[in-house]
């Protein structure tokens, strides 16, 4: 009988053991791909924190991106979890976490941290915390969880086709474009007067400079509630930083009420903006958001995507 409930429990141990870390391993696997859609605020996050340019961040991010789902699909598959699995999770975890730190302490506890990308909206202490319990979870596992214990041929030939797959499916996924910024730049068009009249009298919250219409000019229309809006403007904030000689305006539409979460999510408050609603905002920007202009003494020369926002294209512009 004692027999019987010891192999009973034993058994019932392992499958909860097998669904803790499968769990973990869905939680890696989400935080990536939702990284992936889109995955340019996961790039610009590299750029921020001054560790990679804007060249080299794009692949960083899918790497890193591949790295996590390689973690989650050995998690999910139960494979060399003590060999793998639990020392590179940890790992990421716990660079995660001091990354988590520096936000909280530098910018305070605003916005989303990015580790769904957009489709969870978390701050950086919700996501700390949720990093401490994956943390105590893979722990737990480490004393209790050994997973699949394969032949040693057959485990390291499904560990080679899980790296392998889950590293170039980011890449495939979501290329990386390496020419679009000097092309768009550079490419010819027919330039437009950008009518500033209906700005000047119709704009609300701050007094739109004289000097907009003046010299060279980033006039950049962006909606409150677009999440695409928001994801151009924390590029702009990090080149802004980068270089504050950069002119840009921000051009915003929307409810006052949206104007805090737009702010608290991108921090771009320092940067000169007002707000234009109605008609006088779609006839200067259209309805598709966001839109970038560069301006030349009130003539439209390019009118940029914000993935075609390249910080040095933009300063070769300023000196011609």
Not at 221 to 245: D, G, M, Q, V
């Amino acid at each position: 009988m004692k027999n019987a409930f010891f192999i009973t429990f034993f058994m019932i141990k392992k499958i909860l053991l097998f669904i803790l870390c499968s769990l973990l391993g869905l939680v890696f696997i989400l935080s990536g791909i939702t990284k992936l859609y889109p995955i340019e605020p996961f790039e610009y996050t590299f750029v921020d924190i001054g560790i990679f340019n804007w060249q080299l961040a794009p692949f960083i991010a899918r790497l890193l991106i591949g790295l996590e789902l390689f973690i989650g699909s050995l998690l999910l598959f139960n494979l060399a979890f003590k060999k793998i699995s639990f020392r590179l999770g940890v790992l990421v975890l716990l660079l995660f976490c001091i990354y988590l730190l520096f936000l909280i302490i530098f910018t305070g506890n605003k916005g989303n941290c990015g580790c769904f990308g957009s489709f969870i909206q978390m701050t950086p202490l919700q996501a700390l915390i949720k990093n401490a319990i994956m943390i105590i979870v893979f722990i737990l596992l480490n004393k209790f969880h050994v997973g699949w214990l394969l032949k040693i041929k057959l485990n390291k030939l499904f560990v080679i086709i899980i790296l392998l797959t889950t590293f170039i499916i980011p890449f495939i996924l979501n290329p990386v474009e390496l020419d679009y910024s000097a092309s768009y730049l550079n490419k010819s068009e027919n330039n437009f007067k950008l009518e500033l009249d209906s700005l000047y009298k119709n704009a609300t919250l701050n007094k739109v400079p004289e000097s907009l219409s003046q010299n060279k000019q980033i006039i950049v229309f962006l909606s409150l509630t677009c999440k695409y809006c928001k994801i151009a403007a924390n590029k702009i904030r990090i080149i802004h930083e980068r270089n504050p000689k950069i002119p840009f305006y921000f051009v915003l539409n929307g409810d006052n009420v949206d104007l805090k979460p737009f702010f608290d999510n991108t921090q771009t408050q320092d940067i000169p903006h007002c707000i234009l609603l109605g008609k006088s905002f779609v006839f200067l920007a259209g309805t598709t958001m966001p839109v970038i202009y560069l301006v030349n003494n009130s003539i439209v020369e390019s009118n940029l995507n914000y993935i075609d926002l390249d910080q040095a294209e933009i300063e070769k512009w300023l000196t011609k």
